[in-house]
């Protein structure tokens, strides 16, 4: 091996989920919420897109500012 670089070693940790009813329910309810908000931000997303452009009015009001 060239210069002192050292082999590195992965371990791999394999675990099992075994809920009760209450805790399915409970990671159910919580899968669907957190999908629900991902789609919900993924359309106001996609329709930010979809939009031209529109001034926030920022501009205008800097325009304004040194016209007086």
């Known amino acids: 091996m060239a210069g002192s670089e050292a082999m590195g070693r992965h371990t791999t940790f394999r675990y099992r989920l075994d809920p009760t009813v209450e805790q399915s329910v409970v990671l159910a309810r919580h899968a669907g919420a957190a999908r629900f908000a ?19 009015g920022a501009e205008e009001r800097c325009r304004g500012a040194g016209s007086t």
């Open 38 to 56: 991902f789609n919900q931000c993924l359309r106001l997303h996609l329709d930010a897109r979809r939009e031209p452009a529109k001034p926030s």
